[in-house]
């Protein structure tokens, strides 16, 4: 197992077992609910960025963060979803200005919690356990986050749950996981009427944006889309994983950009999860100042977390795909295996995950293609059940592990049944061309999904259990809109309305098309869209 | 510096003979006017803002000033084959389309729709050949990749089709068209029936530069006529091309398949450089252009596709229209900033060749990534196509030094903002 999985798998065992009684969280309401921002502020947080060279040389910034705790500062959540703040509470610093940072916390935790916002504290890496948990429930926080590369934080997370629980403080504790490649614990809760709420799975994410690869020195041929950075595979596998745990996802994007900070917000939301919103040290400062221009760029982050909280339906919508990746939780290369659900998802491929554990016959139903690039080896067990996929009918991609690889090209289509295998060359495939050649792979009745005019775009489909309604979000990560995007989906529609944070809902024409397929025209796209069908 | 390929092969003579023996000189100095008459024709030139304004009264003004064109197209079946680099129109500046980079515009498209409608065509056909090879989605969608609008321009005119020419498209055999210029390296195509079944063989094409011929313009659109699907037949040897396209005409390592029009010689030089140009002027004599349109209102400078390092969105502001290809090329490369009558090792035609990109047998001598490519116009002149000698060309519309945009200037960030 990857080390990094190793260490999330521990991690995030401990915060399950953290789940917490319902009553203790009146007024912030259950984690589920939680819409987190970074709030980190405070005298101890200018000194723990003291070599922090940007902030140094700006003394309105510094000043800004430095008086963060200022109970004004939560004049500005007012109007917005966002109930959970996360304060800095610890970093190891000089014993007194940690005690001067933790009466600040305490008092600006008691403002917050009477306003209905849950407040967890902020733990760095050098911090006492012992130390953060008696201010921790001295403040009467929510929870605690860590954050930092903490050299053995499974030890630092146990010393810190015992510290807590001789404190009495039922807090969480939500580490936040360093590496994209992890993977989230199982939610192993029975399935009871009023199940205990669970701490939020927090994961450090990359930040949302496309570019040329050109500009990144890669020769590409003419065809080739932007490379686009995103979390939506991310978000869509840990809460795969994750049962109901709340995903967050935590990164900075780049600065006093309101188009990033929007794009940051709908690329943790469109799978479900939540982004960890984090402000620029400039737009902090101006909004401390109420600088119009700020308060405008505020606003508009904020009502994109609306549109997001407004359609929290959305998140029990179902995955749609009749393309399913097989997945070994325990693969020794962890991040190659996720390489796979990157960029498959940048193909606009729509697929829904089967982990290997699962692999069964009537697990395989429903699906018309199935990747299986990384099982190497497969069992006999394996085999048979997925030739016989093939046999029926469906199409197989898999690694040279399966056998027979051709010596030349990059893959052969091995007819198998009513069905194809094609098989690769390369041990394990190069995630980037097996994604590619998927869209010669499979015909478009078999994506299901087809979306045009989206090169910087990235789009997931998920449907109600009946499947009567279809939803399909589209989140364009460059800075300009695309015009007259295009998008069919198998099956016949009466309804197409279209979502987006700028507008009222649209009634879109859905033309059904010739071949069984439903083809709506969206005018403009700006950042985030959501197009339900019925 | 000398050329390491071989310069001039026994049919380049015979076919320069009188013509433009000129274009071939060993030492890649600027080829002299032909000794002999090539044809001519008028060719417009316009600068234009955006692709907002008015292109159908545009394109009416310009067809106006090349002599009309309207009794060529009346009642009669015109077929534009338009310029889809890459032909996915997934390949993109972030932010920008593709039209406003590698392909030719939709605005553009639209507007030469409309006004061939106007001068009475029964029946217009827009046509490419797209890369897509399993499962053939129709040109439609492939536009509609790049935003198109698509149901506007088949409104333009009474009767607009579509169809991708990479295969047999809606008929049951290739049509074979021979060369009728003097054939360099084949004496005839196999291509798809759209070729053959026309009036009146529009090429619109994008002005751009070309990481293996220097330029592209309305000959080089030409070689997407070319249907992948029949040439890749032949089954692709250890080692040679993924691409078909590369294997069988860039670097000649497999024939075509049987039944298909064979080489004239298959001995002759594998190297790009010297095959493309000559090709490109084979496909044009195959399948004359009767109009070219030449795109640069938008463009990317420094080569074909947004894939590539280095290249750079623009905006020339340029349209050019001719009646003959080469002469439409000649002043569309003059109004970049080239010398249509360079040779090789001058701009555009000095090339630095990737050797990731290509087969080590493309480098010569071996590792040289300082290459070369013949002039296409200077094949098409030496073909008796047409002539590429600026003072032999009826200029009509904006100068050529009023209209001029320097690619190479503006590519090196040399020019003025």
Known sequence: ?534 | MPDAHRIVTRRDMFAAAGLAAGALTVDGARAAAPAVSVPTAPVSVAKIASYDQDLVAQFQQMFDEIGGIGHLVRGKTVAMKVNLTGASGRGRHVGLTAGQTSWVHPNVVGALTAVFAKQGARRIRILESTFRKNYGAPLEDTLLNDGWDVAGIKSAGPLVEFEDTNGLGQAKQYSVLKVKSRPYIFPAFSLNHSYEDCDFFVSVAKMKNHEELGITLSMKNLFGITPELLYGLAPKPPGASPWVRERVFHYGQVPPPAGVPQEIDPSSDRYEGWRMPRLLTDLCGARPIDLAVLDGIETIIGGEGTGMPGTKHAKPGLLVVGRNCVCTDAVAAATMGYNPRAGRHEAPFRLYKNPKGHPPEQLVPPGETQQYADNTMLMGEGAGIGTADLSRIDLRGVPIKDAMYDYEAHWKGQAPV
């Open chain 1, 1 to 534: 197992m990857a080390d990094g999985r190793k260490g999330l798998l521990l991690i995030g065992l401990l915060a399950s077992v953290a789940s917490i009684p319902a009553q203790l969280r009146a007024g912030a309401g259950k984690p589920e609910g939680w819409v987190p921002i970074r709030w980190d502020g405070g005298p101890l947080e200018v000194s723990r960025r003291a070599k922090d060279t940007a902030l140094a040389g700006r003394p309105a910034q510094r000043e800004a963060i430095g008086r963060w705790y200022d109970p004004a500062t939560l004049d500005l959540l007012r109007g917005t979803p966002l109930n959970c703040i996360l304060v800095t509470l610890s970093a190891g610093a000089d014993p007194e200005l940690e005690e001067r940072q933790h009466l600040l916390v305490r008092e600006y935790a008691r403002v917050a919690r009477q306003r209905g916002i849950a407040v967890l504290g902020i733990v760095h890496p050098g911090s006492s356990p012992v130390k953060a948990a008696i201010a921790a429930a001295g403040a009467g926080l929510d929870g605690l986050v860590l954050d930092g590369d903490f050299s053995e934080e499974s030890k630092f997370m146990a010393a810190l749950e015992s510290a807590l629980r001789e404190q009495n403080s039922e807090a969480l504790v939500i580490p936040i996981a360093r590496h994209a490649s992890s993977v989230g614990m199982a939610d192993t809760t029975p399935a009871i009427a009023d199940p205990p709420p669970l701490a939020p799975l927090a994961v450090a994410g990359v930040r949302p944006s496309a570019r040329d690869l050109a500009d990144m020195g890669i020769r590409a041929g003419a065809s080739a889309e932007p490379w686009i950075e995103s979390n939506i595979w991310m978000v869509r596998f840990l809460r795969f994983q994750s049962g109901r745990r709340p995903i967050w996802i935590d990164q900075q994007p780049n600065p006093s950009a309101a188009g990033d900070y929007i794009r940051c917000v709908a690329d943790a939301a469109v799978a479900g999860g939540r982004w960890m919103v984090s402000l620029d040290d400039d737009l902090r400062m101006r909004l401390y100042q109420r600088d119009a221009a700020a308060l405008a760029t505020w606003q508009r982050i904020a009502s994109y977390l609306r549109f997001a909280e407004d359609h929290a339906d959305w998140r029990g919508f179902q995955p749609y795909g009749n393309v399913g990746v097989l997945f070994d939780a325990a693969a020794q290369d962890a991040e190659f295996a996720d390489e796979y659900l990157n960029l498959v998802a940048r193909r606009q491929v729509p697929y829904r995950l089967i982990p290997r554990s699962s692999l069964r016959p009537a697990a395989l139903a429903g699906f018309r293609a199935v990747l299986a690039p990384t099982l190497a080896p497969p069992t006999e067990t394996e085999r048979k059940i997925l030739r016989d996929f093939a046999e029926q009918g469906g199409l197989l991609v898999t690694g040279p592990a399966w056998g027979n690889p051709p010596k030349d090209d990059p893959y052969a289509e091995v007819p198998t049944g009513k069905g194809r295998v094609a098989v690769y060359r390369e041990d394990p495939p190069d995630p980037g061309d097996l994604a590619r050649d998927l869209l010669e792979l499979l015909p478009p009745e078999v994506m299901g999904l087809s979306v045009f005019n989206v090169p910087s775009t990235i789009s997931y489909a998920s449907t109600t259990a009946s499947g009567k309604s279809v939803l399909i979000q589209l989140l364009n990560y460059a800075g300009t809109p695309s015009v007259r995007v295009t998008v069919r989906f198998n099956g016949i529609f009466k309804t197409a309305r279209l979502y987006t944070p700028e507008n009222p809902p649209a009634e879109l024409a859905a033309r059904a098309t010739a071949d069984g397929r439903t083809e709506v025209a969206i005018p403009r796209l700006e950042a985030w869209a959501a197009l339900i069908l019925e």
